[in-house]
């Protein structure tokens, strides 16, 4: 697909901080930066960040907005392509059919191109990554939630709205544990980092003996997935086998996506995948046992090779081509 050779400003948005970088046409990141989303000041503030933020990674770089071609941007919502909304946001407080593409845009005034951050994460690994060269990938970033992204016949698959594979919401367990989307049982609710620490939560609530009361100086809500891994690491029995259950549910949701997309790779990323092979090794093995053998044979599961920054590049990228497809 052609591609605009003229830098743009890539920028990822999260519940806690937007990480804003200019990229070159041939994919080199010249400059970063990171500030706080201040989500709780609502949508016009947060907007008002991003806009700094892309000023700031400009200045930075020693460009200015007449050097770029246009603004990507990589947001952690369910969102409306077609119209650049921002549908809704579970991490962005009051986010509701937000016009984030046409606010950003007559702001900057430059072209502006508005994506899911799982599906730009995926883009970035296909076209520069783990991915380079396959026709058929998933993305899934397992973190606070769990995101993904899929390419199928070397194209980014966004779906009719720009809602494509939002599998974090797939319901993997009938009336299993409440999701923050508001359905019981979602593969977020039982596989992503917050559903770890709430799960190792419950189990010392119940009596469970585990390092993890020293770790957060018997202060067991302050619990998170990256304490959970600490103390698996120190061959701790609770904290194993919260990461185990999880990662079995993790290789269900895995065998759903290899039946009904027959990938050649899934690439996962994201904060709990840095658990590495306590969470991969019986992620991979579930997956096996729950999916068809001949797409179980096919598919690699591996890590990204862009790491974090997959989805700034995959923004940028997506910048790119649209400007390269508008002549």
């Known amino acids: 697909m052609a591609r605009s050779n003229k830098p743009v400003v890539a920028v990822d948005i999260g519940g806690t901080k937007i990480t804003s970088a200019v990229i070159t046409g041939e994919g080199k990141m010249i400059s970063r930066i990171y500030s706080l ?81 799982a599906s730009a994460a995926a ?76 799960v190792a939560v419950e189990r010392l609530e119940a009596g469970g003996q585990s390092c993890l009361t020293e770790l957060t100086h018997g202060k067991i809500g302050d619990v998170t997935a990256e304490l959970v891994s600490e103390a698996a690491r120190r061959d701790d029995s609770l904290a194993l086998d919260v990461i185990d259950e999880a990662a079995r549910y993790l290789g269900i949701g895995l065998a759903n996506l290899v039946n009904i997309i027959n990938p050649q790779m899934i690439i996962m990323g994201g904060g709990v995948s840095r658990m590495g092979g306590m969470l991969f090794r019986p992620a991979r093995k579930s997956m096996k046992e729950h999916a068809f053998k001949l797409p179980a044979r096919t598919v690699r599961l591996v890590r990204p090779r862009l790491g974090m920054d997959a989805g700034l590049m995959g923004a940028a990228i997506y910048t790119q081509e649209s400007l390269g497809a508008k002549g």
């Open 123 to 198: 883009l970035g690994e296909h076209r520069m990554g783990a991915g380079r060269g396959l026709d058929n990938l998933i993305y899934i970033t397992v973190s606070t939630g769990i995101g993904g992204g899929l390419v199928i016949n070397g194209q980014l698959y966004n779906g009719t709205d720009g809602c494509a594979a939002e599998i974090g919401h797939m319901i993997v367990l009938v009336d299993g544990p409440l999701c923050n989307c508001g359905q019981r049982g979602c593969f977020e609710a039982l596989a992503s980092g917050t559903a770890i620490a709430r």
């Open 37 to 117: 989303t201040l989500a709780h000041e609502g949508p016009k503030k947060v907007i008002d960040h991003m806009v700094d933020a892309v000023r700031l990674s400009l200045r930075k770089a020693g460009l200015d907005l007449s050097s770029i071609g246009g603004v990507g941007v990589a947001a952690a919502a369910i969102i409306d392509i077609g119209r650049g909304l921002v549908s809704d946001a579970p991490n962005l407080p009051r986010w509701h059919n937000i016009p984030l593409r046409d606010s950003l845009a007559d702001s900057l005034g430059k072209p502006v191109f508005l994506l899911n951050d």
